[in-house]
């Protein structure tokens, strides 16, 4: 069974070959050039800082992985979260993307965000029934908002509430002994 643990430095290399093509080959991430392992190295040390990254695990290899980043700068925005999943091709299909992505979505939860929101490149209806499965629902579409692979790209805008809290208490890491135990209870 996958286990789903806290992202560590060590684990660059393979996420960016998870990624890597994902970047290559298709117009799910608008971005143009792959990071590689020390720019996945330098995401994972600036992310995982301040947000929640997990990645799912077997015995010697990554799976997938799973974050949240800052849904935008200003101070009011604090409380809500974008999120991002990735799982190596060979293991797309078979369920492990709801698993990891519920852990993220309870470990964000932990640590006091209030909302996620994800952007899908449309059409991409794998991702878009991941999200419907984990509690997203469609909020809006970005039109033509990316132009990649020769043409224009539509984003699909979803939002899942996490925690309502009023007033919301500041977002921070739980130790690492809560993290832990939590996931243990999800894997």
Same mark, same amino acid.
């Given at each position: 069974?996958?286990?789903?643990?806290?992202?560590?430095?060590?684990?660059? %290399?393979?996420?960016?070959?998870?990624?890597?093509?994902?970047?290559?080959?298709t117009a799910v991430s608008f971005e143009i050039e792959?990071? $590689?392992?020390?720019g996945m190295a330098d995401r994972i040390e600036n992310?995982?800082?301040? !947000?929640?990254?997990?990645?799912?695990?077997?015995?010697?290899?990554?799976l997938g992985y799973?974050?949240?980043?800052? !849904?935008?700068q200003r101070p009011a925005y604090r409380w809500s979260i974008e999120t991002a999943i990735y799982l190596d091709a060979? !293991?797309?299909g078979r369920g492990l $993307?709801?698993?990891?992505?519920?852990?993220?979505?309870?470990?964000?939860t932990l640590w006091g965000y209030a909302h996620a929101f994800a952007g899908i490149?449309?059409?991409n209806p794998a991702s878009e029934?991941? !999200? %419907?499965?984990?509690?997203?629902?469609?909020? $809006?579409?970005?039109?033509?908002?990316?132009f990649k692979m020769g043409e224009w790209h539509d984003v699909g805008w979803w939002h899942r509430p996490l925690s309502l809290a009023d007033p919301p208490r500041q977002p921070i890491a739980p130790d690492v002994g809560s993290m832990e135990r939590l996931l243990s209870g999800l894997s």
């Open positions: 069974m996958p286990r789903i643990r806290l992202v560590e430095a060590g684990d660059a %290399a393979q996420l960016a070959a998870i990624y890597d093509p994902v970047v290559r080959e792959p990071p $590689g392992p020390q992310v995982s800082a301040t !947000h929640p990254w997990l990645v799912m695990t077997q015995p010697g290899k990554i799973a974050y949240a980043t800052s !849904h935008r060979e !293991h797309r $993307g709801k698993r990891l992505y519920n852990a993220l979505l309870e470990l964000a490149t449309l059409p029934a991941l !999200h %419907a499965s984990t509690g997203f629902q469609p909020i $809006g579409i970005f039109p033509t908002v990316g």
